[in-house]
């Protein structure tokens, strides 16, 4: 039974589209995560969310829009996609506290061509 | 703010020989701090944390960590290294209200037969 499921695995398009990465926990965590991991590995923050309200919103491009249907729902949709756009999504969740580990999801390797 | 310093992008290491994968941070706050594991192709998993008490934190799988305030490190050690460990490694801060986290840059743990 997966704790953080993100779908889908594996995404390949073409610039200029649009694209939605969804993500779901059953852990009943009040706080959900977007992760972005570049070529190097480099992981960095993109969005976080607690009980549906934005929290953290990093230098990220508006082209990216995250939404939370539900606190156990994060979906990450991506408008106009560029080359640079390509890298390792990753959704997290945790529960609202600084001393608990964050889950994380198998991630979503996006490819734009 | 805070960091995380990793100095070490890669280490090789022949297998049961002992490893020790390297930790600075930087913060103005109390800290928490956590070391990740990320296996090819799959998300970060927790390793271990330190929250308080005694200073030295072990896993189940037999790494270990020392956190040194004065040199505001928290090291990675293991005394014999499996092929199995060949992961990619990351240091991770948690401070603030909303649990932001830093991570570290990584460290690829490659354990050579």
């Known amino acids: 039974d997966t704790a953080v499921s993100q779908t889908p695995k594996y995404l390949v398009t073409q610039m200029g589209n649009d694209k939605s990465i969804k993500c779901e926990q059953n852990?009943?965590?009040?706080?959900m995560y977007w992760y972005k991991q570049d070529s190097k590995k480099f992981l960095k923050i993109m969005f976080s969310?607690?009980?549906?309200?934005?929290?953290i919103n990093e230098t990220v491009p508006n082209r990216f829009s995250p939404k939370s249907p539900d606190k156990a729902h994060l979906n990450l949709h991506i408008n106009s996609l560029e080359l640079g756009d390509s890298a390792v999504y990753f959704c997290?969740?945790?529960?609202?506290?600084?001393?608990?580990?964050?889950?994380f999801g198998q991630g979503t390797r996006l490819t734009v061509v | 703010a805070q960091s995380v310093t990793q100095l070490d992008s890669q280490v090789p290491v022949f297998e049961e020989a002992p490893v020790e994968l390297r930790c600075n941070y930087s913060?103005?706050?109390?800290?928490?701090l956590f070391w990740y594991v990320q296996y090819p192709n799959q998300g970060l998993q927790l390793l271990l944390k330190?929250?308080?008490?005694?200073?030295l934190v072990e896993s189940i799988n037999g790494f270990e960590a020392e956190f040194n305030k004065s040199q505001t490190s928290f090291h990675l050690r293991k005394p014999s290294v499996h092929i199995s460990d060949t992961a990619e490694y990351f240091c991770?801060?948690?401070?603030?209200?909303?649990?932001?986290?830093?991570f570290g840059t990584g460290t690829k743990l490659q354990v050579i037969p």
């Open positions: 991770a801060v948690h401070s603030g209200g909303y649990q932001k986290v830093t």
């Open positions: 913060s103005s706050v109390s800290v928490y």
């Open positions: 852990l009943g965590h009040d706080t």
């Open positions: 330190y929250l308080s008490g005694s200073t």
């Open positions: 997290a969740s945790s529960q609202r506290s600084v001393r608990t580990e964050a889950f």
């Open positions: 969310y607690n009980n549906k309200e934005l929290i």
